[in-house]
């Protein structure tokens, strides 16, 4: 996800990675419980068919404290931005950001939105 302002500036990035998680390094090398409890304990991150995840993502606007009559007041520089989610699918893993991705990427979705101020 990339929020940039209308001059193209950007101001925000995050990536989230979904995956299975392997019940085999639930506690680092040390096999306390055997897999089949292990697996309960871990986090499943991967994408599921058919529902829905929802993300949520704290953007904050770029400003600058100034002084106006001899009282601070933060103005914002920015008060509109573009929002740009992809959902990338890549088998052996890159990063579309760097440049370091495999042959094998697929977009599935990507939707771009105006967020402003008012």
Do not use: C, H
């Amino acid at each position: 996800m990339t929020a940039k302002t209308k001059d193209g500036k950007e101001i925000f990035y995050d990536a989230k990675i979904y995956m299975p998680q392997s019940p085999a390094y639930g506690r680092g090398d040390k096999m306390v419980y055997g897999p089949f409890r292990k697996s309960g304990m871990l986090r499943d991150t991967s994408l599921q068919p058919g529902q829905t995840k929802t993300e949520t993502f704290d953007i904050k606007f770029p400003y600058e404290d100034v002084e106006k009559e001899g009282k601070k007041v933060r103005e914002l520089k920015a008060k509109d931005m573009d929002v740009t989610v992809k959902l990338w699918y890549m088998p052996a893993g890159g990063d579309p950001r760097t440049g370091t991705v495999n042959k094998d990427k697929y977009l599935f979705f990507e939707k771009t939105s105006a967020v402003s101020i008012k």
